[in-house]
């Protein structure tokens, strides 16, 4: 079957692989959608590791249903890329999320269980999640970074009232904006250095304004504009200049939540945090509850995500799509395959 595998430094290769064949009662699934994602470009831009098939944010229907009783053929599903031991003191306390496993074995995230960027794939039982009729495949396949959003959001515990500021445009970005004011934020606003992706912020609704943050005078300007600060800041991109912008716009006390990944070490001003007595807390991934409570939102047609689809390609245009995404220039923020296509 047709894969997209990655090549070297931002360079895939279309791979033929052999079919997932059933060994231990996992789910084997027909992918129709699967979404490309921020940290699967951190893996690009450094081209390791060669041959990862990524895809972790997918819509599928079920070939095999392997040890699954409840599945039948034909189902459509998604499920949490998360890879548990489910015997640590973190999944024994019920946060899977800080296993050591999770990331080592994460489907579409590692060399053991390839992704959805391929015609079909295999799942780990007990992750997946049969979908209701009444959601798309593209909205399936916007589940993960929902939950995402939806967990840092959790962890920022926004007030009624509250200002925040959303750092980095992208997906994560902007769900989480979304649902800062679902959570009674009184004004969201989104920090870009990608003028169009700003922009879009507040086309889509999600945002009450955009900031340019190439510009040299934001930061100043903001503290002006808050009268010292926003009180919740959400930092979605991970690289030094948009931490340590972070830190430098969140009120005195305020609390700081990092979303953003760097698979390297990354500068920032600790003193801004010190002097200012910040709280800073990392965001990780999501709970088998807030995955679902995602799909349940969907359902109930609390939250409109298809709005922030941008296109659906095939695999022969994986390697343009990436290109599009990291532009800098470009609106897109989510791009999805259809491996049929
Ligand atoms: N913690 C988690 O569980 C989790 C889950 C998914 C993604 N992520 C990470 O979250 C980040 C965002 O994901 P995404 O899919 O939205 O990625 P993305 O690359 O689409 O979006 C990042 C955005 O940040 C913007 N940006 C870069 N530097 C900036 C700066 N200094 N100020 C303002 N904006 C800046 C870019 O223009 C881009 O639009 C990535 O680092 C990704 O790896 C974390
Ligand atoms: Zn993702
Ligand atoms: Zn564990």
Not at 8 to 35: A, M
Request: proline residues 4%; glycine residues 10%; charged residues 25%.
């Amino acid at each position: 079957m047709k894969s997209v595998a990655l090549k070297g430094v931002k360079q895939f290769e279309i791979k033929d692989v052999e079919e997932p064949k059933q060994e231990s009662g996992e789910v084997i699934i027909d992918v129709l959608k699967c979404g490309i994602c921020g940290s699967d470009i951190h893996y690009w831009d450094a081209g390791e590791p060669k041959g990862l098939i990524m895809g972790h944010e997918y819509c599928g229907k079920v070939l095999d249903p392997g040890s699954r009783e409840d599945l039948k053929v034909g189902d459509r599903v998604t499920a949490l890329p998360i890879s548990p031991c489910l015997k640590c003191s973190a999944c024994r306390t019920g946060n899977p999320q800080y296993c050591k496993d999770t990331w080592t074995y994460a489907t579409g995230l590692s060399l053991t269980n390839p992704g959805g960027l391929a015609e079909k794939m295999k799942i780990r039982p007990d992750m997946v999640i049969k979908v209701p009729d009444n959601i798309t495949d593209e909205e399936v396949a916007m589940v993960e970074p929902t939950a995402v959003g939806l967990h840092a959001i959790h962890l920022a515990d926004i007030k009624v009232g509250d200002k925040v500021l959303v750092i980095g445009g992208g997906i994560i970005g902007l769900v989480s904006a979304m649902f800062a004011k679902m959570e009674g934020a009184r004004f969201v606003g989104v920090s870009e250095t990608n003028e169009a992706r700003g922009k879009k912020a507040m086309r889509l609704g999600v945002a009450d304004a955009f900031y340019d943050a190439k510009k040299e005078t934001m930061i100043q300007e903001l503290l002006e504009e808050t009268d010292g600060g926003f009180d919740i800041v959400i930092e979605c991109c991970g690289n030094s200049p948009a931490v340590s912008s972070a830190l430098s716009v969140v009120k005195p006390g305020g609390k700081v939540i990092l979303v953003g990944v760097s698979l390297n070490p990354v500068t920032i001003p600790t003193v801004a945090a010190v002097m200012h007595e910040l709280t800073v807390q990392g965001a990780i991934a999501y709970t088998k509850e807030e995955f679902q409570t995602c799909i349940d939102l969907m359902s109930e047609k609390k939250i409109e995500m298809l709005k922030f689809v941008d296109d659906i390609v095939g695999l022969k245009d994986v390697q343009k799509s990436y290109e599009r995404l990291t532009s800098g220039v470009d609106d897109a923020v989510k791009i999805l395959v259809d491996p049929k296509k």
